[in-house]
């Protein structure tokens, strides 16, 4: 229930503060530097400095059918600027300030726990949990582009390093095996 702010470069931590107990996953706006949350129901606002929780809205389809389902993972589409969200059946995009969803199409992927909104090449990845399996998701149709089977499992989450310093040496004492020193 902790909002954990993690250094990824001495992997180093820090709580910020408590959340409610039922946010289920968390989304990053890094542009306007806002953090959102889902509770499967309803979309939020975390403080990035305290971890509270404000309601933005609940989750609701702008066509009758198909209905929203528990919203199960949650990632943000940089090249759209909005929400992306994840149901048993379907992918939605969600408006950051209404929680209004669009329908993206469904996804057909049993058991799909997470979406991750590639912000390079603009893909969608996720995870199938109980079949242990990376997906592609096609992010116009929703549809199953490719999976790739992984070794352990069940997984429930997918995330991204991000850009990382790829120039600075780490471990300066001690070459590694081809004489260099070592680098991300």
């Not at 049993?110 to 969608?124: A, F, M, Q, S, W």
Request: glycine share 10%; aromatic share 10%; charged share 20%.
């Amino acid at each position: 229930d902790l909002l954990i702010l993690v250094n990824l470069d001495s992997w180093s931590f820090y709580a910020i503060g408590s959340m409610t107990p039922s946010q289920r996953d968390l989304a990053c706006d890094e542009a306007r530097q806002l953090l959102y949350g889902t509770d499967r129901f309803s979309l939020n606002l975390v403080s990035r400095f305290t971890g509270g929780v404000s309601f933005v809205g609940d989750f609701y389809s702008t066509t009758p059918s198909p209905v929203v389902g528990l919203i199960r993972g949650l990632d943000y589409d940089i090249a759209r600027d909005v929400l992306v969200g994840t149901d048993n059946t379907h992918l939605w995009r969600i408006n950051k300030d209404t929680a209004e969803c669009t329908l993206v199409g469904p996804h057909g992927v049993p058991g799909l726990e997470d979406v991750y909104c590639d912000p390079i090449t603009g893909r969608y990845w996720g995870v199938a949990g109980p079949i242990s399996e990376l997906v592609e998701l096609d992010p116009l149709t929703g549809l199953l582009i490719s999976t790739i089977g992984l070794d352990a499992g069940p997984f429930t989450g997918i995330a991204s390093y991000g850009n990382r310093d790829t120039t600075t040496s780490f471990c300066m004492a001690t070459a590694n095996s081809t004489g260099e020193e070592a680098r991300t």
